[in-house]
């Protein structure tokens, strides 16, 4: 069935640096993937997603890019702010309407 | 605009007690999931419905059946509760059509079984 892996579970970064996280999925079906941002006690919101025409998105300081050779997709936040702490997730969607997520990605940004 | 609705916030089950828990949403979404999420393990689907009168399993469905009622609600059932059903549970919808899109969360519900 459709799995989407994640990477890394947690991860440290001093304020300011840039910060990847990268998913890899196994449906070659998937055309839509998005990342998701949830805050402590709140269900997760869209931050940015890319479909499957596409090789490379950006909305400020974040991107995402997407190998679909690879099947992997990343993540990209740059200039990083201590409002950037939280889990992040990635998800792959394709023509069954299944929306399946990745493991999440705890964030801390030290300042 | 209230966007996706889960009740309720909190709840506290005995073993082998059910319960359901409802979710509603006001955007005119054609599809709707729920999920469970553990630490460590993500958002796991339960089941989805892809659109009004039909319903799927996804990854983890053991232990739940589901109702799409109308448009608007998609409730979870728990038949017989058990404490490896100890979660919190997020409902979502999002418009389907020709292109895939994001995905509305409810703000989820926390679900303890003793």
């Known amino acids: 069935g459709e799995n989407v892996e994640q990477h890394p579970s947690t991860l440290s970064v001093q304020e300011g640096d840039s910060a990847v996280i990268k998913c890899t999925y196994s449906?070659?079906?998937?055309?839509?993937f998005p990342w998701y941002k949830q805050e402590l006690g709140k269900g997760p919101q869209l931050i940015i997603d890319?479909?499957?025409?596409?090789g490379e998105k950006k909305d400020q300081r974040i991107a995402v890019t997407l190998n679909k050779t690879a099947k992997h997709f990343s993540l990209h936040i740059t200039e990083t702010q201590p409002e950037d702490s939280a889990v992040y997730f990635c998800?792959?969607?394709?023509?069954?309407?299944?929306?399946?997520f990745g493991t999440g990605t705890r964030l801390k940004v030290l300042a | 605009n209230a966007g996706v609705t889960q009740t309720p916030k909190f709840q506290v089950l005995k073993t082998g007690q059910s319960m359901t828990l409802q979710c509603a949403q006001d955007?005119?979404?054609?599809?709707m999931y729920w999920y469970r999420q553990d630490p460590g393990m993500g958002l796991r689907l339960i089941y989805y419905?892809?659109?009004?009168?039909?319903?799927d399993k996804g990854e983890v469905p053991n232990g739940y059946n589901v109702s799409r009622l109308n448009k608007r609600e998609f409730s979870l059932r728990l038949e017989s509760a058990a404490p490896s059903q100890t979660s919190v549970y997020f409902c979502?919808?999002?418009?389907?059509?020709?292109?895939?899109?994001?995905?509305?969360f409810g703000q989820g519900t926390r679900l303890t079984v003793v």
């Open positions: 419905s892809a659109s009004e009168g039909t319903t």
């Open positions: 890319i479909r499957s025409n596409v």
């Open positions: 998800a792959a969607s394709g023509v069954t309407y299944k929306y399946i």
């Open positions: 955007m005119n979404h054609n599809s």
């Open positions: 449906d070659s079906a998937s055309n839509y």
């Open positions: 979502a919808s999002r418009p389907t059509g020709q292109m895939n899109t994001e995905a509305f």
